[in-house]
């Protein structure tokens, strides 16, 4: 199994708060991902890394940031918490994003339960 | 917009065979993938198809068709454990090698 770890596996917060997730990866891997899971939606790109400190938007990326300081960690910040942004979410991570399976396959983390009062 | 359509439901049993088929409308679409989850836990990586034809995984097989934008995953010799949710996802070019997943189909496979 990849070296994915989240943190932490679940959160019950309030409205308004803020909220960080961390994502911790001893693989190496250059590419990160945050994805949000809710029923009937299946998984929806939240933003995405391809290096240190380059990171870009996914489709749902409102109300969301995020940062990543070094190779291993990309952390999600919820600036103010929404009772919306109640959901499961994933890290993903990927070595390569090539036409090779082998390398560009992503690999998921154990997903954190944040729900949102 | 880019999405990807696949039944919400399966119901099979065991032993039997089945297929779950994923239609997609992407741009910049170069390979589909699927994934398997059982009970929301972490999806696992089941299959790739980068070329038109069909892939084969040990009980596992998976499908390409680019002309008609199509895809199937084929799971023989059902088991009980092989009941969770399958997810297939369109890989995209030039965008941090994101997927875009479909909404998935619960498989329950019945004695």
């Known amino acids: 199994d990849a070296g994915i770890t989240q943190s932490p596996r679940h959160k019950v917060t309030e409205t308004g708060t803020p909220v960080t997730l961390r994502c911790h990866q001893t693989e190496n891997h250059r590419y990160m991902y945050w994805y949000r899971q809710d029923p009937g939606h299946g998984l929806r790109l939240i933003h995405y890394s391809y290096g240190v400190k380059d990171t870009d938007k996914g489709e749902v990326s409102d109300g969301y940031s995020v940062s990543r300081s070094k190779t291993e960690d990309f952390l999600l910040t919820l600036e103010s918490a929404t009772s919306s942004q109640t959901s499961v979410y994933f890290c993903?991570?990927?070595?390569?994003?090539?036409?090779?399976?082998?390398?560009?396959?992503?690999?998921f983390g154990p997903g954190t339960r944040l729900t949102v009062l | 917009g880019q999405s990807l359509e696949q039944p919400s439901e399966v119901t099979a049993v065991e032993g039997a065979i089945v297929q779950i088929n994923c239609t997609y409308q992407t741009s910049g679409f170069y390979g589909l993938s699927w994934y398997q989850q059982h009970d929301g836990g972490a999806p696992t990586f089941l299959s790739y198809n980068g070329l038109d034809g069909l892939e084969e995984t040990g009980r596992f097989s998976s499908f390409l068709s680019r002309s008609d934008s199509y895809g199937y995953l084929l799971l023989q010799e059902l088991q009980m454990k092989d009941s969770a949710s399958y997810f297939c996802?369109?890989?995209?070019?030039?965008?941090?090698?994101?997927?875009?997943f479909g909404q998935g189909t619960e498989l329950s496979v019945k004695p």
């Open positions: 993903a991570i990927s070595e390569t994003i090539t036409s090779g399976p082998s390398t560009d396959t992503q690999y």
């Open positions: 996802a369109a890989r995209v070019y030039n965008q941090g090698g994101k997927l875009i």
